[in-house]
């Protein structure tokens, strides 16, 4: 796809705005409430500190204008002492109650910014696979980083400098009045333009807010793909290609943030000319007055003082409405994502799942994509299926009929929108995702592994495994762990620098496609499951590893229920039955030989699937054998024991 169209499919998706985008700004800062609530005794008493600390400032003119008007007046120089001093008081306490603000103000901040991050992730986490699948790791990465950090600094200072600076400004001008109406009145209509301006920056900015922080986004998500993507950059030979991506992205930014900073400076030069239009006109009428004796001296001293007070409230009117509305952009940007709904949610009242017997049913289970068109067809449609305990299923089909998605039902990454799943006789949207979890295990094709060691990595669905170093729990654990690697073939890891503590690279890369799979299935091995769903965990393998591990979960499987994604006729070959999924149907069930016998479609798949290496017996004699030997080496041969017979 195309820089452009990824662009354009990125800004269709952005446009599809969430009920909070279409909400004023104040009622947009206002979902900040859950999140805030705990800090509004730190930021109120930083408020409140901060407006003293505003009055205390507005109250040196008073102290200036009493020092012209009495002492110098009337040459009584032995009360200027005292008055200096409490000038150079006033300033002190000015500086403390600084200081005390952002003290005050701090935690609240920070405070806000751990529970939106907690919350973001959290959301993530509980939405559905259908969500990831469109949307872009790099915008969701923006959001929870860089959107987040906006808020912040608009709680800690924006919101608090923006309360503070209304406040200081009404007091302020109210003082200007007192000292003299006309010159108040002369200042006070040269800024009200300041509203006219304020109202257009702001209906200007909004949008190109909204824009830079989407577009980086765009960005963040490029560079992430380009990570990730390296090596195929590099075997394709395409690094231009990628910095070509890059460049043109981070071009539309940059000229997306020089317009703000155009639009800042505009408004910015706007208020800076009314503010010396304001004192031209105000001195040139304080001059008129204190020459017809009207005022004194200290008075025009005072007024002018006090409007040189209210200069930085004023000058900061762009600003802070900079990061009021960048805190609201970044809000909308948050909150579509904590809007979007937790389809997969956990039961009312969960049922406890009975003593497991591993069986799996699919009753006329349907399934389509949220965002599907209505007029296009479920992926998945009708599928009836039963697997009983101990037997393993593989499900075959042509690419693209929903054998992936049918496995993903079975863990609810997805909801069915049609009929029901049932493990052993309960319906899974009735059990608690925990217990589903934990008696369903799953090994993906596409093998994900995280930046932490083999160990970690492995017992990922076992936390309760993980012990510390040197305990008689630890050496149980690595005994399953052992088993779990033994059967999974990939004593490979023994070989590693620091061996089962090796840390493993991001995503696992630092390892080959057969190693990372041979970990993944070793995963849900260790985990001890009634069911094991395994997605065609064999695709990387090569034809010698394959066998091997082939040979070993022929020995779990024997007494494991099973579900098998299968591609390879060899892996067809570790089931007891057949399932053929066509066009999101189940067309024919039945044991591999029936089926070549009987199903063209079956044969058709299965020789698409096969090359000129593999042969397609026509009996399951060996395979059953081979079973039966499996059974009896466990002492097993009822087939109750499962994973859990094996790993002990």
Known sequence: MSTNSRDNASQRLLSNKSQSQRLGTLRTLARLHPYVKGSYTRLTLGIGD??????????????????????LATGDLAQIYPAVGLVAALGVMEAILVALRRWLVLKPGTHVDGAMRKGIHNHLQQLPLAFHDKWQSGQLLSRAMSDISTVRRWISFGFVMLTVNVITVVVGFTMLFIWNPVMGAVFTA????????????????????????????????????????????????????????????????????????????????????????????????????????????????????????????????????????????????????????????EAIHPIDLPAASGSLVFENVSFAFADAPKSAAPLLRDVSLEVRPGETMAVVGLTGSGKTTLTGLTTRLYDVTAGRILVDGVDIRDARLADLRSRIAMAFEDATLFSMSVRENVLLGRPDLVFPAGTAEEADADHLLAQ????????????????????????????????????????????????LVLD??????????????????????????????????????????????????IAEVGTHAELLKRSALYRHIISSETDEQHVIPDTTAERDGIIAAGQEEMGDADGTGGIRGLLT
């Open 190 to 345: 040269c800024s009200l333009p300041m509203l006219f301006f304020g109202i257009r920056f702001e209906l200007r900015y909004r949008t190109l807010s909204r824009s830079a922080q989407d577009q980086s986004g765009d960005v963040a998500t490029n560079v992430e793909e380009s990570v990730h993507g390296i090596r195929v950059l590099k075997a394709f030979g395409r690094s231009s290609f990628a910095l070509d991506g890059f460049t043109t992205r981070s071009l539309r930014l940059r000229k997306t943030e020089t317009s703000k900073g155009v639009a800042i400076g505009n408004f910015t030069l706007s208020l800076t000319v009314l503010e010396a239009i304001a004192y031209a006109l105000s001195l040139l009428a304080g001059i008129s007055l204190v020459s017809t004796g009207a005022i004194t001296v200290g008075v025009i001293f005072a007024f002018f003082t006090t409007a040189a007070v209210l200069r930085w409230p004023l000058d900061s009117i762009g600003f802070l409405l900079q990061l009021t509305i960048d805190a609201r952009t970044a809000l909308d940007r948050y909150f579509e994502v904590m809007d979007e709904p937790v389809r997969v949610v």
């Open 50 to 71: 901060a407006i003293i600390g505003a009055l205390v400032t507005l109250f040196i003119p008073v102290v200036l204008a009493w020092i012209i008007d009495v002492p």
């Open 536 to 585: 065609d965990p064999l695709s990387a393998l090569d034809v010698t590893t394959e066998q091997q591990v082939e040979a070993a979960l022929r020995r779990v499987l024997a007494t494991t229920t099973a579900l098998v994604v299968a591609h390879r006729p060899s892996t067809v070959m570790l089931a007891d039955r057949v399932a053929v999924l066509h066009e999101g149907r």
């Open 484 to 531: 779990a690697i033994e059967i999974a073939q990939a004593d490979f890891v023994y070989s590693l620098p620091d061996g089962l503590d090796t840390k493993i690279g991001e995503e696992g890369l630092s390892l080959s496609g057969g190693q990372r799979q041979r970990l993944a299935l070793a995963r849900a091995i260790v985990t001890q499951p009634a069911v």
